[in-house]
């Protein structure tokens, strides 16, 4: 069983609509959640951290659910823009330091 | 700019020869790692580094090396002894922070034919 799993997708969205997605992750030493975006062929980039009690960030808004081990991600109002594919980033603490598990990914597609 | 280079953007490379990949940052960052991207799947760890001078294998280090003889600096090489070298590269470095997020290079593609 993978470390970090994350639904493929692609979940195809109409322009304004909403959508979620979530990411299973196995170890409950897990200490630090992440959502990346990575855009066709580029770097991911840093889309915002999951904190204990959920944040938001503009349209962005992530949940963590330690008891049932995962995150969310919830995207409001998307914009063409949005289109990405979103990773799911679970950093445990082994050691000293701690190493980065990455989801493969969730696509996403808005459409007009 | 404070970031992460990679260069090139695009390798070309026959099959058995070695070929190394640059990766400097100007983060001040203490850690430094490599990653392969293949079609449809999530990141894999190749090397990691925490300091200078020291580095650990990731999950799929063979037939590959590396060094840290700089913090700014972690250069992968790619050696003949990888069975599948043709991928995205990426490198990427953090702060020595638990919690603390990575940030990435602009990767490197690589082709060996």
């Known amino acids: 069983r993978k470390e970090v799993e994350q639904d493929p997708g692609p979940f195809n969205v109409p322009e304004g609509a909403t959508v979620a997605f979530n990411c299973t992750y196995s170890?409950?030493?897990?200490?630090?959640f992440f959502w990346y975006r990575q855009d066709c062929r580029k770097e991911p980039k840093l889309l915002m951290s999951?904190?204990?009690s959920g944040n938001e960030d503009g349209r962005f808004t992530a949940q963590l659910n330690r008891a049932s081990q995962y995150i969310s991600l919830l995207i409001r109002d998307s914009k063409l823009s949005d289109s990405a594919t979103y990773l799911c980033?679970?950093?445990?603490?082994?050691?000293?330091?701690?190493?980065?598990?990455f989801g493969a990914g969730t696509q996403v597609v808005v459409t007009p | 700019d404070g970031g992460i280079t990679q260069s090139p953007k695009y390798l070309f490379r026959k099959e058995g020869q070695n070929v190394t990949l640059s990766c400097e940052q100007n983060?001040?960052?203490?850690?430094m790692y490599w990653y392969r991207q293949d079609p449809g799947q999530g990141l894999r760890l190749i090397y990691y580094?925490?300091?200078?001078?020291?580095?650990q294998k990731g999950d799929i280090a063979e037939g590959y090396s590396v060094s840290r003889e700089k913090k700014e600096s972690f250069p992968l090489t790619v050696t003949s002894a990888q069975k599948n070298p043709t991928a995205f590269y990426l490198c990427?470095?953090?702060?020595?922070?638990?919690?603390?997020?990575?940030?990435f290079g602009p990767g490197t593609r690589l082709t060996v034919t």
């Open positions: 580094s925490q300091i200078v001078n020291d580095f």
């Open positions: 990427a470095s953090s702060m020595y922070i638990i919690g603390d997020e990575q940030y």
């Open positions: 980033v679970v950093k445990r603490t082994t050691d000293s330091w701690g190493k980065f598990q």
């Open positions: 983060l001040n960052h203490d850690a």
């Open positions: 170890n409950s030493a897990s200490q630090s």
């Open positions: 999951v904190y204990s």
